[in-house]
């Protein structure tokens, strides 16, 4: 009975398509609006280290004025990075498993031996070696540096698989030189594809930019005295001359993450940085009440509002225009159907149950919900290709895949059978007399 | 097969009540062929509503085939219209975008027949009104008289006990009206009870017994007479 009924649906579509039309068109707008921006906050929202959700920890602590909290619209919360100083005296503690300092710094890259290539600029990730496995980065060649080379800071770097291609023609480049800056630096590793979205690892600067496109040690950026290419903030009133004052100043500029394995190590790890501040109190710092936090990836992802209210707020409204969208269909389909009465007279009068009538129509309002998932599916690939040309940052955030491929059927198909069952069941009330004489 | 005791309907709206049937009664036997007159708006079309099922009605017993009706559901009373009630209508009433074939199918397939059964009957049905070679036309392309035949032919594809036919050559000019008539006559004679709604004198002689409704009431019934059908068409 269900072909049959397909059959009819698609004969009944046929037979008014400006209707049909009309209708894919009002489900698959609305499907395709709320799919472009659900797309946009489900890919803002994922938190792509959920798997590692319980064991690490982004590292804060109050090192802030203590005059005014940091964020005045959030004062609970710490600075989201660390100073120098800091950062060396925790990073001290054997308690994590695994732990990194980083931060970015910005170079030029000679690409002498690679023919038509100008220098160009890069954005460079200095940081300790354990960044590699703490965040799961694959490499596609080589590996990350040693200790001796972390400690040292040896002029040695990992490449992104893109800067690969730009630089090496994406062949194994490890044992190759780069030269940054005008310095020379050996290449040990090269990245497969690795995009974290949002990037969680660092959210002071673009939460959904890019990944860097070369890692290196972090000691290279303290000894060759790199400044900072991201932000770095701040509070005490004094003028910093050298590096090394900049190094012992009260700026946060450090990202800070620990891997800690279970409750006991982070409440120990929590002890040991409560500790710190207060032996720093003594010394004139922290003038704050202590507040250092150890932040999971969700609640990191939180407190640094990657998703934005406003993106919330949008979600909403598409899902109010699919609404919308819904309730002119409900009203072309009641004339549809109503228009149809005296044959669904006929069909009840010759034998057909209300529950065949319904399943008839309804059948007929999924197949409006499939075409407008269809419709859906196009109208949200042209929204988010919109997107993406309008903001290049959020490139990596607007690409449709295909589990939302199948949300946009399952939600146009679930819309058109919720805006068919008024429409189906005032035709299932059909009283079958009333249309045989006059049809 | 049929039978109507002290039936009533009354149709109700804010301002008014319409006695569309009073204390109605009738009886009809199995084989017959009763033909039913009355001028417009005595209820004769109200009658065959409430003998299809295709409406309720307020008072009075009716009992098809041996089952009281009057309290069954819905869904009951769509299923003896599928089984034992085949309906043939003024208007031919068939599916403007299916063809004779599929038009015909309709009851069958709320009666849930494989597929080769359903497609054995429709073959069968057609070829007893001569639209066997028609299948696949759509009703648009056949003639008045070929449509009501279609529409027969969709009545009796399910093997009904009785047929109910409201004015089924009204919209026919004499000629095709003829060859209808003859084909109930001879559907008649297979077996199949039959109830037919005319203004028609002429179609109502062919008939063994005539009913006259006026007011919602039965003024007049000829007795069963069981005449032989060839000579009453011979008569007609």
């Given at each position: ?5 397909l ?6 579509l046929r ?10 068109g009002?489900?698959g ?7 472009t ?12 280290l959920?798997?590692?959700?319980d064991?690490l ?9 203590p ?5 005045p ?9 660390v ?21 970015k ?8 031996h690679?023919?038509g ?8 990730r ?5 960044f ?8 596609l060649?080589?590996g ?16 992104s ?5 730009k630089?090496?023609?994406g062949?194994?480049?490890?044992g ?5 800056d005008g310095?020379d630096y ?10 974290p979205?949002?990037?969680v690892?660092?959210?002071?600067t ?17 000894r ?13 009133n ?5 590096f ?7 700026c946060v ?12 190590c ?7 940085i409560?500790?710190?501040a207060?032996?720093?109190?003594k010394?004139?710092?922290f003038?704050r009440p ?13 407190a640094?509002?990657v998703?934005?209210?406003?993106n ?6 598409s ?11 409900i ?18 009068a010759?034998g057909?149950?209300?529950g ?10 999924g ?14 690939a042209?929204?988010?290709l ?7 940052n959020y490139?990596a ?18 819309s058109?059978?919720?805006a068919?069952?008024y ?7 059909t009283?079958p007399a009333?249309?045989?004489k006059?049809? | 097969?049929?039978?109507?005791q002290?039936?009533?309907k ?9 006695h ?7 009886s ?10 009355g001028?417009?708006g005595?209820g ?13 009605f ?6 098809l ?5 009057s309290?069954?559901?819905d ?10 009630i085949?309906?043939i209508?003024?208007?031919f009433?068939?599916?403007?975008d299916?063809?004779?074939?599929d038009?015909v199918d309709?009851p ?17 049905a057609?070829e ?11 009703p ?8 009501q035949r279609v529409?027969i032919?969709?009545?009796l ?5 009785f047929l109910?036919a409201?004015?089924?050559t009204?919209?026919?000019d ?7 008539v ?5 559907i ?12 028609d ?12 409704v006026?007011d919602?009431?039965v003024?007049?019934?000829?007795p069963?007479t069981a005449?032989p059908l060839?000579?009453a068409?011979?008569?007609?």
């Amino acid at each position: 009975m269900f072909s049959y009924n397909l059959r009819l649906g698609l004969k009944s579509l046929r037979r008014t398509p400006g209707v049909a039309a009309l209708m894919i068109g009002a489900i698959g707008l609305g499907v395709g609006v709320c799919v472009t921006t659900l797309t946009v906050w489900i890919l803002m929202s994922s938190n792509p280290l959920e798997h590692k959700n319980d064991i690490l920890y982004a590292v804060t602590m109050d090192n802030w004025d203590p005059l005014q909290p940091m964020y005045p619209r959030s004062p609970e919360l710490p600075p989201n990075q660390v100073t120098y100083r800091d950062a060396m005296a925790v990073f001290e503690s054997d308690i994590p498993t695994r732990k990194v300092v980083m931060r970015k710094a910005s170079f030029v890259l000679d690409p002498a031996h690679a023919e038509g290539l100008k220098p160009f600029a890069i954005v460079a990730r200095l940081a300790t070696r354990d960044f590699f496995p703490m965040f799961d980065v694959p490499f596609l060649y080589g590996g990350p540096w040693d200790e001796d080379q972390d400690r040292a800071g040896a002029p040695v770097v990992v490449l992104s698989k893109d800067i690969n291609r730009k630089v090496f023609g994406g062949e194994d480049s490890v044992g190759r030189t780069l030269q940054l800056d005008g310095k020379d630096y050996k290449v040990i590793g090269v990245l497969d594809e690795w995009a974290p979205m949002p990037k969680v690892y660092d959210l002071t600067t673009g939460a959904f930019d890019w990944p860097e496109e070369v890692f290196m040690p972090f000691e290279i950026g303290i000894r060759q005295e790199l400044p900072s290419s991201g932000n770095v903030q701040c509070w005490r009133n004094q003028t910093l001359n050298t590096f090394g004052e900049f190094l012992q100043s009260d700026c946060v500029w450090i990202q800070f993450w620990a891997e800690l394995p279970n409750r006991e190590c982070v409440e120990r790890f929590q002890t040991f940085i409560d500790n710190y501040a207060r032996e720093q109190k003594k010394l004139g710092r922290f003038e704050r009440p202590i507040n250092n936090r150890l932040s999971r990836p969700d609640e990191w992802m939180k407190a640094n509002e990657v998703v934005r209210d406003d993106n919330r707020v949008l979600v909403g409204l598409s899902f109010m225009f699919l609404a919308v969208c819904l309730l002119n269909m409900i009203g072309l389909l009641l004339a549809k159907f109503l228009g149809g009465a005296p044959v669904v007279g006929l069909r009840r009068a010759l034998g057909a149950s209300r529950g065949e009538i319904f399943k008839q129509h309804l059948v007929e309002v999924g197949l409006i919900g499939l075409g407008g998932g269809v419709a859906g599916i196009v109208i949200a690939a042209l929204g988010l290709l919109g997107i993406r040309r309008m903001y290049e940052n959020y490139d990596a955030l607007t690409r449709l895949d295909v589990s939302m491929g199948l949300i946009a059927l399952g939600l146009a198909l679930l819309s058109g059978l919720l805006a068919g069952l008024y429409p189906t069941w005032r035709v299932c009330n059909t009283q079958p007399a009333r249309y045989l004489k006059t049809q | 097969m049929l039978q109507m005791q002290s039936v009533s309907k009354v149709y109700r709206t804010d301002l008014i009540e319409t006695h569309a049937l009073r204390e109605f009664s009738l009886s009809v036997k199995e084989g017959e062929f009763v033909a039913v007159t009355g001028p417009s708006g005595s209820g004769k079309t109200t009658f065959l509503n409430i003998a299809g099922l295709l409406e309720t009605f307020d008072t009075g017993t009716y009992v098809l085939d041996g089952e009281n009706v009057s309290g069954l559901s819905d869904d009951q009373r769509s299923r003896i219209r599928n089984r034992k009630i085949g309906f043939i209508f003024q208007s031919f009433n068939l599916i403007p975008d299916l063809d004779v074939f599929d038009n015909v199918d309709v009851p069958l397939r709320y009666r849930g027949m494989s597929a080769s059964e359903r497609k054995r009957r429709i073959g069968e049905a057609l070829e007893l009104v001569g639209l066997a070679s028609r299948m696949k036309h759509i009703p648009a392309q056949l003639s008045g008289g070929q449509q009501q035949r279609v529409a027969i032919a969709r009545a009796l594809a399910g093997s009904p006990r009785f047929l109910l036919a409201d004015e089924p050559t009204g919209n026919l000019d004499s000629l095709m009206a003829r060859q209808v008539v003859d084909l109930l006559e001879d559907i008649n004679r297979r077996g199949t009870t039959i109830v037919m709604v005319t203004h028609d004198p002429e179609l109502a002689r062919r008939a063994h017994r005539n009913v006259h409704v006026m007011d919602g009431q039965v003024t007049d019934m000829q007795p069963f007479t069981a005449k032989p059908l060839v000579a009453a068409s011979a008569v007609g």
